[in-house]
């Protein structure tokens, strides 16, 4: 068991890099943050399940991640994850809309578009001429809705790597379509989505939005799709009342942290008392530093919904940003128990039991955390508050250890031999922790000879 077990840990580092790191250019000023938002990610999966059913895939074989990112782009770099900018989602202003773009990218997917591109990689002299990094990191406290996931890209040479092909985007046009009228969504709403970019490829290079450079778009294109969707014109469709719930709550969502507080609230209207109005309303008075009032915004959205996580959670938030630590606990405890299989919800009251700063406190935010690291190891923010939960109970290898392992996600490769060197001095030799400092020394070192 002992030799096993660092092998499938091992083989999921290595699958997490792959599927996020495709090179080692890193470049700070041009980092943005990946969303980690447990109804965020909850909501993309149930906007896209129609599709994903009518393509034949399991609902969670492939994830939906966001890029914190105002222009507009949606792309994949394998057939393990579909990246969408908040900028686009934010732009796509119903349902439909973004379910088009879903099931474009998910058919680049399914028709084999990446295997091609896999070949053609294998000719680049290195992973970093591809030209790319996607590297988990965390939000450093911001009000990057939740957690967050740093990202640095290299320009052009990205563009190049993820850009497809006048064919491609064709084929993956036709294939979307019948995706879409299998899952009974109006295919009328991918024109709409053109039609944002209609006139980009007549700009410069620099005022094109990221998605017209990597999705080429032509007459030739367009008619072609216009001329698909109408021979389904007739077909029944309608999308369930309860995506476009979720669907409205995400935007929601979206537009309270990413958006100005002080414009937000006075783009209200006074008499709105709908959820997403009320959520909005909450987030933004939160941001403003009016915690009293966030919190009278909160208690009216749970008072609707008393069973949802997902406020429970927003709430816990709230209370622990505002240094209300045992209320927060509270909370966060009460969304854990209405979704115990969360991950980002477990992390989340991990970190507000930490902050109670009690022994009692500290031995359940590491049990807590331990299993939020087991559901998803690739929290970069979660495995921090594990490091300082395993040190607190006097673990310094284990500490040291699962610190090499946030360095490596974050591609600080330097940082993350020194603290896996470290575990290995400090844990037992042959143990499952000093196997798994050994693989991340011999990652490492492969990742900095690259560079």
């Not at 809705?145 to 320009?155: Q, T, Y």
Request: proline residues 3%; aromatic residues 6%.
């Amino acid at each position: 068991m002992a030799t096993k077990t660092p092998s499938r840990w091992a083989q999921n580092l290595a699958a997490c890099l792959l599927m996020i790191c495709l090179g080692n250019w890193a470049q700070p000023g041009h980092a943005q943050g990946l969303v980690r938002d447990a109804e965020i990610e909850n909501s993309l999966k149930k906007i896209a399940a129609p599709l994903f059913k009518s393509a034949g895939i399991g609902r969670s074989t492939i994830e939906i991640l966001v890029v914190n990112d105002n222009s507009l782009n949606a792309f994949v770099i394998n057939g393990r994850a579909i990246f969408l900018h908040s900028g686009l989602i934010t732009r796509l202003k119903t349902t439909e809309m973004l379910q088009s773009v879903i099931g474009h990218e998910l058919a680049h997917i399914t028709s084999g578009h990446l295997v091609r591109r896999s070949l053609n990689q294998q000719s680049a002299k290195t992973a970093a001429g591809i030209g790319m990094l996607l590297a988990i990191a965390v939000s450093g406290g911001n009000n990057n809705l939740a957690s967050g996931v740093a990202i640095g890209a290299a320009g052009a040479a990205v563009n190049n790597y993820l850009a497809h092909t006048r064919a491609e985007e064709t084929s993956a046009d036709q294939i979307s379509v019948r995706y879409m009228v299998r899952a009974g969504i109006d295919p009328k709403h991918a024109i709409d989505v053109i039609e944002i970019f209609r006139g980009q490829e007549a700009l410069s290079i620099s005022r094109q939005d990221p998605y017209a450079q990597t999705h080429p778009l032509s007459n030739a294109r367009i008619r072609a799709l216009k001329g698909q969707i109408a021979a389904y014109s007739g077909r029944k469709t309608a999308t369930s009342a309860e995506l476009h719930y979720w669907h409205a709550r995400m935007q929601a969502k979206f537009t309270g942290f990413l958006g100005n507080p002080a414009y937000v609230m006075r783009k209200l209207k006074k008499g709105d008392r709908s959820e997403p109005a009320t959520i909005i309303r909450a987030i933004a008075l939160h941001r403003q530093g009016k915690a009293k009032a966030a919190q009278q915004q909160m208690n009216s959205l749970i008072s609707r919904r008393p069973q949802d996580p997902y406020y429970h959670e927003l709430k816990g938030q709230i209370l622990l940003e505002g240094r209300q630590v045992t209320s927060a606990v509270a909370s966060y405890k009460h969304a854990v128990a209405l979704a115990p299989k969360e991950p980002l919800i477990l992390a989340g009251y991990g970190r507000a039991l930490l902050s109670l700063k009690t022994k009692s406190a500290d031995r359940t935010a590491l049990d807590v955390l331990r299993r939020a690291r087991r559901m998803d190891p690739r929290d970069a923010r979660m495995l921090r508050d594990l490091a300082v939960a395993w040190a607190k109970a006097g673990n310094n290898g284990m500490a040291s250890l699962v610190t090499a392992e946030r360095y490596a996600l974050l591609s600080r490769f330097k940082d993350a031999d020194t603290n896996a060197r470290r575990a290995e001095g400090l844990l037992p030799r042959g143990s499952t922790g000093w196997l798994r400092a050994q693989d991340i020394i011999g990652a490492s070192k492969i990742a900095l000879r690259k560079k």
